[in-house]
């Protein structure tokens, strides 16, 4: 029997992002998230980064994920898989001088496979030099070109907080505001304004509270309309849940129903993933280090978080989220915090995060066979609604073959059915 | 009048309800229904609109009235001709409050929908899923399978005795579980009921979903107010009262009355000419469906086309004339039957194709006698063979010389086609077959699983529901001008699929042209998975009848980006092959045809009666077909036991069977602190000999559920939230059934994010699935309220810890054992483990060395510790010992001293054992590796690949078989006697009898 490469040699084997590489090369990612993505990238570009974000969509991307992905796997790695390919295909880059970045969770869900399916459909693709990089809280794999300091990791949390808000208050301007696209000029202006600050390095804590301020200022100032609507809450699979490419723009289809869409911000979704070191520890007694220092590191997001929510609590116009902390005393007696798979116990506190702040319908969206979700999703509706007997949920499926109009044929019971209740 | 009082004021109103294959209007005046009328719409959703109104033009013009409309494809025309729109369901619950108050729930079944509405404890509206399959369309659909129009469908259904196992998720599944039950002969009335009853689970299990459908339960849309059989079954299943089963009048236009009833309380008025010009102008407005590129731009183009495969071409003679040898070749295949005989000259003298109307062996009986006809005495039946579906049963009837399977008779009929053939793809009435050729033999098999069939019988069907026969209906795609990009999924999602482009507006033409399009995406990225033609091969032939749709070969083609050949008779390619064959074995004999005689033919009889077998705990449903003489043949077994005695062939060793009989070995012991349950399912599988001999260490009397069975299943099947989940998982609230039902004092399942390092992996995770089921059954299994469920989160690679923790867990939840005695039982639990799993891993090694001595062939079956279960795996492992292979698992040969690596992370216990597997396969001769996938594992949709990969870098073939509720064993036959195929023949082409023994 011929001796088995070792793991090690399986490393070797990975077209690393070299030092040199920093400088010579383009990174692409795909979009989840197009305002949140577009502060990260400014970050990464303050570091020294050339990084594009790609927002190529619609029939060829679908179709380069079918082609290059196994048809079974999530609908999000064949969506985001496509993108890239997609993107490598059109001809607008130097194939010697572009890098793919991925984001890899490194859980028990297939998701943590999507760098690998990348890289083989890469391979078949006939792109196989190209370097593809992981972006990774759990120390999966390492480039030396790519490296995330405590510094940048800051930054990038005032990113996804100001991503957050413009999420936040931008929907619930959005279906009031008395002249259409009032609230998108807005965020235009503000992202713009931001990336300049961002790129002008450090970002204190004071700029923070100022900007806070000035935005909510801003926002506030959109003539609105008083009209009473029907707020929808979206909470999902992470990709399905905040991806247009991948929900069909719920958001805007909730939007042109005449309901105002209520989407619980990105910081949620990474502080229980940072939190689930300290679970584990505390469950099994795994990795004591590493639980101490992820423990550090949330301690310090949560007061990051804390200081947003008040900073919109004590402005007073728009409705705050709810602290981390108070979602997470929210799932006791539904689910375990060992649940940590996919969005794991978070997404059905979420679910009851919004129950409590009064949004009594909630679209649950998930990729088709979507594992962790027959548990957390379709799997907590049924106690969700013990509990809660005037909530609406409505689980919405997406894939490659789904229609658009079984998905939004169902929103619309349910908007049909809270229109009768407002 | 259907339906008067309702709440609607004066006036009049208008509701149309425009759903997926009819059009329904109704007219109510001063509170009355005064007008109905119910169309087919045959996809011309605007069309049809408008010219229902302009119908009862005398009763709206000159009014002043409230219009709405309804329904899921009404969305479009209402959103073009600015009408005001209702959600159906919502409309449907107005109508029901008003109407019949004390509904408890509404079951309504559309074209393609399914609803149900619960109204007492929270209004509660529930749609069939995107994988529930249609019901309307999927019954209009089994009655084409069975050649019967709807109506007698029901009729028959009436005259049933037996119910058949039918699945029920999605459309595809069922007619996967009909055809063999057709070929087989079960009777028609049987399979008809079945068939309903198959819509009935299916409502229960998809909507329903944990609440129970009971007290006054009204049932609403076309196929429940026309067929009998359907709601007899719907009235048994649930058990319900005559005066609880509501049947209303009005059935059939509930949602178009709620339309009118909620167009009335909006007040949005309009007139006539307003109206009808409104909807005159949608049908012209602009589409919004994604379109392809026409398939030929010009007719020189298609000409050109037609041309170049007009030159693929078998020479076809008279048999006027002829003297000397033929050869017949049958085909039985799933939809068609098909005849070839050929002359020593190999060219065709005579030729049939038609679809199996229900009874193959009528169809050969006849076929039999026209051609003793047409040889008269000058043509000598010098041999034949059959192959395809019915190939067994047609064997007996006949005395068919020889059986082949159905990949090596297309192969024969390819190669001798074209002898550099290296790509062979087939698309036949419900299969899709491909395979490689390396080397002169086959070398990788491919077939599309139960979720994405269909095919060719799909557009038949489909044809025909929009009023076309399939030519006309597949010549109309040729020309069209933008194909309807309609996904490449399975069938019922192109059923939905093709209701948005009817929304948007699409033609027929467009339509029919995306079909054929779909069906090729289907065939490439979903059978063969190939990124470009160069992976499929240079030398590419394509078959089976549906390529004889200009269509789908020009989209085939298209999609590839290269040239194929088609031969003429690419719908005969199967019986031509079979004829080759049975030439071949003829002159290697150098015997005399036994074919039936011409004498005997004449006083040929066929009889079939259905029977269960009680050999084991699969109950097989068989099939006994009698022949002339007493002569029987028995089908529907999976192995030789219900042959009766003279069947039996010797026993291989089977390590499914062994890992059983230590299951079922374990003893309860005495109950000195009381009874334990554990479900014999999921994880536990593995961990019994863990957990069993921890409580019984501790005084606890074990009971385990046992093996599943269908009964076990559909005990639990009401509280299942997610019908997309595996079938190992939903099995699980049966099991859960079955404990309470013992009365133990605790169920013991606990969740188990990590699994038992075995150290040959990047990590050791368990599914999300496997991991966290327990907290998706205390939520939602309304029988668990009311007994102790112990789901405890522990780390199982720390015996210490996991005393600790079981020690509080049990202290909290059952009771106060002292620390010592848990750790005792905890470290008794692991050695207990491991000593099992060193057994199957020697037992392995056992297997495998008498499989040496004895020289048989190795197969490893696959899977996962669950996959052993008889329900599970329907006895997939006594199958392949009755073709004869010693048969091992994945886990006892997985513990390699050098983990195999992999192009993916390798971070699940049960998989990285497949990967181990595979290796070993890869690297002995005697050795082959077939994995046993359930359907909705989202993580084998990783794994398969990695396999794949394995053995075909070793030169392997890779055999895949997709199992779920309900799976079709002949199927699976034809798979493994597949894969029996293409070993042999490359043990001959290299020389060898068979592999050399490693």
Same mark, same amino acid.
């Given at each position: ?422 | ?792 989160? +522990? ?109 993916? +992370? ?93």
């Amino acid at each position: 029997m011929a001796g088995h490469p070792t793991n090690a040699a399986k490393e070797a084997e990975r077209v690393i992002f070299t030092k040199e590489m920093k400088q010579t090369h383009t990174i692409l990612v795909p979009t989840m998230l197009p305002v949140h993505f577009k502060l990260l990238i400014k970050i990464f570009e303050t570091y020294g980064y050339k990084v594009e974000l790609l927002e190529n969509k619609g029939k060829p991307v679908r179709d380069k994920g079918l082609k290059y992905v196994h048809n079974d796997t999530c609908y999000p790695a064949q969506l985001v898989i496509g993108q890239m390919i997609d993107a490598l295909e059109s001809g607008k880059y130097d194939r010697n001088k572009v890098a793919l970045l991925i984001t890899q969770t490194g859980g028990g869900c297939r998701a943590s496979n999507y760098i690998h399916l990348l890289r083989k459909a890469m391979k078949k693709a006939g792109y196989g030099d190209i370097p593809v990089i992981s972006f990774n809280v759990a120390g999966l794999e390492k480039n030396p070109g790519f490296q995330v300091s405590l510094p940048m990791i800051m930054q990038l949390l005032h990113a996804v907080l100001y991503g957050d808000l413009f999420m936040l208050i931008g929907n619930q301007c959005r279906p009031y505001e008395l002249h259409p696209g009032d609230t998108d000029k807005l965020i235009d202006t503000w992202v713009q304004k931001l990336c300049r600050q961002l790129s002008h390095g450090r970002h204190t804590k004071k700029m923070v509270q100022e900007n806070y301020r000035a935005i909510l200022n801003d926002f506030a100032a959109i003539p609105r309309s008083k009209e009473k609507k029907v707020r929808v809450g979206i909470v999902g699979e992470i990709f399905v849940k905040f991806s247009p490419l991948g929900n069909n723009d719920l958001e805007q289809f909730l939007l042109s129903e005449g309901a105002e869409p209520v989407m619980p911000g990105l910081m949620d979704f990474l502080l229980m993933k940072l939190y689930d070191k300290v679970v584990e520890f505390k469950m099994y007694r795994l990795h004591p280090a590493k639980a101490a220092g992820a423990k550090i590191i949330y301690d310090v997001m949560l007061k990051r978080q804390l200081e947003y929510i008040e900073a919109i609590k004590s402005h007073g116009v728009f409705d705050a989220p709810t602290p981390f902390e108070r979602i997470k005393a929210l799932r006791h007696g539904l689910i375990s915090m060992g649940v940590k798979m996919g969005e794991g116990w978070l997404l059905p506190a979420e679910m009851l995060e919004l129950v409590e702040s009064g949004v009594k319908n909630i679209v649950c969206a998930q990729p088709f066979g979507c594992l962790p979700n027959h548990i957390v999703g379709k799997g907590m509706m049924k106690p969700i609604k013990e509990m809660h007997p005037d909530v609406n949920i409505v689980a919405i499926d997406y894939d490659m073959g789904a229609t658009a109009i079984n998905q939004e044929n169902r929103i619309k019971l349910m908007l049909a059915n809270a229109r009768g209740r407002l | 009048m259907i339906l008067e009082n309702l709440k609607t004021g004066e006036g009049t109103s208008l509701g149309i309800d425009i759903g997926s294959t009819t059009a329904k209007i109704v007219v109510i005046e001063n509170g009355s229904v005064i007008y109905e009328r119910y169309e087919r719409h045959f996809s011309q959703v605007r069309q049809k609109a408008l010219e229902m109104i302009q119908e009862i033009r005398p009763l709206l013009e000159g009014k002043t009235f409230s219009a709405a409309i309804s329904g899921s494809a009404g969305l479009g025309v209402a959103k073009a001709a600015d009408v005001l729109f209702v959600q159906e369901v919502f409309a449907e619950g107005e109508i029901v409050k008003q109407a019949e108050p004390d509904t408890n729930v509404v079951v309504e079944l559309g074209g393609e929908d399914a609803k149900v509405i619960f109204f007492k404890g929270g209004l509660d509206e529930r749609m069939n899923g995107s994988c529930a399959g249609g019901t309307g369309a999927f019954i209009d659909q089994m009655a084409t399978l069975l050649n019967v129009t709807t109506q007698e469908l029901d009729e028959l259904s009436l005259k049933s005795r037996q119910l058949y196992p039918i699945a029920s998720r999605c459309g595809v599944f069922a007619k996967t579980d009909i055809q063999p039950l057709l070929n087989q002969g079960a009777a028609k009335a049987d399979i008809a009921a079945s068939i309903y009853q198959a819509v009935v689970n299916q409502t229960i299990a998809g909507l329903a979903q944990g609440r129970r459908i009971d007290g006054k339960v009204m049932f609403l849309g076309g196929p429940l107010y026309y067929c009998k059989g359907l709601r007899r079954r719907f009235v048994e299943t649930l058990q319900l009262t005559e005066e609880n089963a509501v049947f209303p009048a009005y059935a059939l236009y509930a949602v178009a009355i709620g339309a009118a009833v909620y167009a009335a309380r909006e007040q949005k008025m309009t007139d006539y000419e307003t109206l009808v010009a409104r909807l005159e102008a949608s049908a012209n407005q602009p589409r919004e469906t994604t379109v392809s590129e026409p398939l030929f731009a010009s007719k020189e183009e298609y000409e050109a086309f037609a041309a170049r495969h007009a030159k693929a071409t078998v020479r076809q003679v008279s048999a006027d004339g002829y003297t000397g040898k033929a050869w017949l070749g049958i085909d039985c295949g799933s939809t068609t039957t098909k005849v070839v005989l050929i002359n020593e000259n190999n060219e065709i003298i005579y030729q049939y194709y038609c679809s199996s109307q229900g009874s193959p062996v009528e169809i050969v009986r006849d076929q039999l006698k026209e051609i003793y006809r047409m040889c008269g005495v000058s043509i000598t039946l010098a041999g034949s063979a059959v192959t395809g579906y019915g190939e067994d049963l047609i064997r007996h009837a006949f005395h068919v010389d020889d059986g082949l399977v159905e990949t090596m008779a297309h192969f024969t009929a390819a190669r001798h086609f074209n002898p550099k053939v290296d790509f062979i793809l087939d698309i036949g009435g419900q299969d899709i077959k491909c395979f490689r050729v390396h080397n002169d033999s086959i070398d990788s098999i491919m077939l599309n699983e139960a979720c994405s069939s269909g095919c060719g019988s799909f557009i038949e069907t489909f044809a025909k529901s929009m009023g076309y026969d399939v030519e006309t209906f597949s010549k109309l795609g040729l020309f069209a001008k933008a194909p309807v990009d309609l996904g490449s999924r399975c069938t019922v999602f192109m059923n939905s699929s093709v209701k948005q482009a009817q929304k948007d507006g699409a033609s027929i033409e467009d339509i029919s042209a995306g079909l054929s399009m779909s069906i090729v995406k289907n065939a490439i990225y979903k059978v063969i998975r190939a990124p470009s033609a160069d992976d499929l091969g240079q030398q590419i032939v394509v078959q089976g009848g549906t390529f004889l749709n200009d269509a789908v070969l020009r989209s085939f083609e298209r999609v590839l980006g290269r040239d194929v050949i088609r031969p003429e008779i690419a719908g005969l390619m199967g019986a031509f092959g079979a004829a080759l064959y049975a030439r071949a074995q003829s002159e290697r004999r150098g015997t005399p045809s036994q074919i039936i005689t011409r004498e005997a033919l004449e006083h040929f009889t066929h009889k079939s009666t259905a029977a269960k077998c009680n050999g084991c705990e699969n109950h097989c449903s068989l099939t006994i077909n009698i022949f002339p003489g007493g002569e029987r043949y028995i089908s529907g077994n999976r192995c030789e036991k219900a042959l009766g005695a003279q069947g039996r062939v010797e026993e291989l060793p089977n390590l499914h069977e062994f890992k059983r009989a230590r299951i079922e070995a374990l003893q309860p012991g005495e109950a000195v602190r009381g009874t334990i349950g554990l479900p014999l399912a999921l994880g536990m599988y593995e961990q019994i000999p863990l957990w069993h001999t921890f409580f019984t260490r501790l005084g606890y009397r074990v009971e385990i559920s046992g093996f599943s069975n269908r009964e076990l299943y559909s005990k639990g099947q009401y509280s299942i939230p997610s019908d997309t989940a595996c079938y190992p998982a939903k099995i699980m609230h049966g099991h859960m059934e079955t404990l309470i039902e013992k009365g133990v004092d605790a169920i013991f399942y606990p969740c188990l994010t990590y699994n038992v390092d075995e150290k040959i992996s990047d990590n050791h995770y368990n599914c999300p699935v496997v991991a966290y089921y327990s907290e998706l059954l205390r939520g939602n299994m309304e029988s668990l309220q009311h007994v102790n469920f112990l789901s405890p989160y +522990l780390n199982l690679n720390n015996t210490g810890e996991l005393a600790k923790e079981m020690h509080r867990y049990l202290k909290k939840y059952l009771c106060d054992i002292p620390l010592s005695q848990v750790r005792a039982a905890a470290e008794a639990g692991m050695q207990a483990y491991h000593a099992w799993m060193e057994d199957i891993c020697r037992e392995g090694q056992r297997a495998i060395e008498w499989a040496r001595e004895n020289g048989k062939r190795i197969l490893i079956l696959a899977g996962r510790p669950y996959h052993i279960d008889p329900e599970i795996s329907h006895g997939i492992d006594k199958l392949c010992t009755s073709l004869g292979f010693v048969t091992i698992t994945e886990d006892s040969i997985a513990m390699q001293p050098d983990p195999v690596r992999v192009h993916v +992370l390798n971070q699940w216990t049960y998989h990285a054992r497949l990967y181990n597997a595979a290796q070993y396969a890869a690297e002995h001769d005697d050795t082959e590796l077939v994995q046993l996938v359930s359907f909705g594992c989202g993580i084998d949709a990783i794994t398969t690949d990695e396999v794949r990969e394995i053995l075909e870098s070793h030169n392997k073939l890779y055999t895949q078989i997709k199992i779920d509720e309900i799976t079709n064993l002949g199927a699976v036959r034809i798979r493994l006697r597949s894969l029996l195929g293409a070993l042999e023949e490359r043990g001959m082409q290299h020389g060898r009898t068979s592999d050399k023994r490693g």
